[in-house]
């Protein structure tokens, strides 16, 4: 039971759930509204699932062989935390990884074959490529890390777009429906990548002791805490002016109970968080901010229940 329970925590399986929940909320409830009134076929509902896994896979694998190369370091920030050594051996962490790494490509593969794309398994072959590189090389170097790590956060929206897009792909396809797909697509993927960049930066700040033992050359390092602080506080400012302008649209469609929403609970949570920012001080500090971020980046993949509201 103890090796379960150390198996999850390794895969990080709230972060999974919330993965499979931002893929199934945008197949439910944002592409019913991007179809309604048409008759253009959408994905099939097992292409779709076999995405969910594939993605669950790749990302699993993701968090083995990031902790697999990060034993020192967080044996310094997090060792209360630690699973590999601990519970699991290093040996069976690297065979895990590649399982499942293959388990999410041979998926994509599958997928790619019946959908004619070969799209989807040469960028999900690249999101494990980027994961391993991440771990052994990014994670150590300024920002490029931070902007590897956002850019497949986004993808786990746009990885659903690009099947869809593809399926959609013939001239005699409604252009409206190609329209509501990529502006959807696009300011969910884009709320995903600005709020991880910020969130990756804030742990950053957190686990500055244990990188700068062993070397690593992150924003804070490099920049100092300031300047890091500066940084996640403009696209803060940036990600909460731009929700702020898309509820006077929001207004214009009648959708009050969703303004308000985002309101409650995107923007105001925000504010608070770049308030917190330029006063934390102690890795505790940068934790909390953390966990706040990672709270509002649910809520507001959670907004994409209101399309189905509004359908």
């Known amino acids: 039971m103890k090796l379960i329970v150390a198996f999850l925590k390794l895969i990080r399986w709230p972060n999974l759930v919330f993965i499979a929940l931002t893929q199934i909320l945008f197949f439910y409830c944002i592409l019913p509204f991007i179809y309604k009134g048409t008759q253009t076929t959408s994905l099939s509902t097992n292409i779709f699932y076999l995405l969910i896994i594939a993605s669950v896979s790749i990302a699993a694998a993701g968090y ?8 020192n370091i967080d044996l310094v920030n997090k060792p209360a935390k630690l699973i590999i050594e601990k519970y699991i051996n290093r040996r069976w962490a690297i065979l895990l990884h590649l399982c499942l790494s293959f388990t999410g490509f041979l998926i994509s593969c599958y997928v790619g074959y019946k959908l004619r794309n070969i799209y989807i398994p040469f960028l999900n072959l690249l999101a494990i490529a980027g994961l391993w590189f991440y771990s052994t090389t990014f994670k150590q170097k300024l920002l490029i890390g931070n902007v590897v790590i956002s850019l497949l956060t986004a993808w786990v929206i746009l990885v659903i777009t690009t099947a869809v897009f593809w399926l959609n792909r013939s001239p005699d396809v409604n252009t409206l429906i190609i329209s509501r797909l990529l502006k959807v697509s696009f300011l969910y993927a884009g709320f995903a990548f600005t709020i991880s960049l910020i969130r990756e930066v804030v742990k950053d700040m957190e686990d500055i002791q244990g990188d700068m033992k062993y070397g690593c050359e992150t ?26 302008v898309l509820q006077f649209y929001v207004l214009q469609l009648g959708w009050w109970l969703s303004a308000v929403y985002c309101v409650l609970l995107i923007i105001i949570p925000l504010l608070w968080i770049l308030q917190q920012l330029y006063s934390a001080q102690i890795s505790s500090d940068f934790s909390r901010l953390s966990s706040a971020i990672k709270v509002v980046m649910f809520t507001g993949i959670i907004s994409m229940v209101f399309f189905r509201i509004y359908l």
């Not at 804070?220 to 929700?243: D, E, M, R």
């Open 64 to 71: 083995i062989i990031n902790d697999y190369f990060d034993l």
């Open 219 to 244: 924003m804070p390092i490099v920049w100092g805490i300031p300047v890091s602080k500066v940084f996640a506080g403009v696209w803060l400012i940036v990600l909460t002016a731009g929700v702020a």
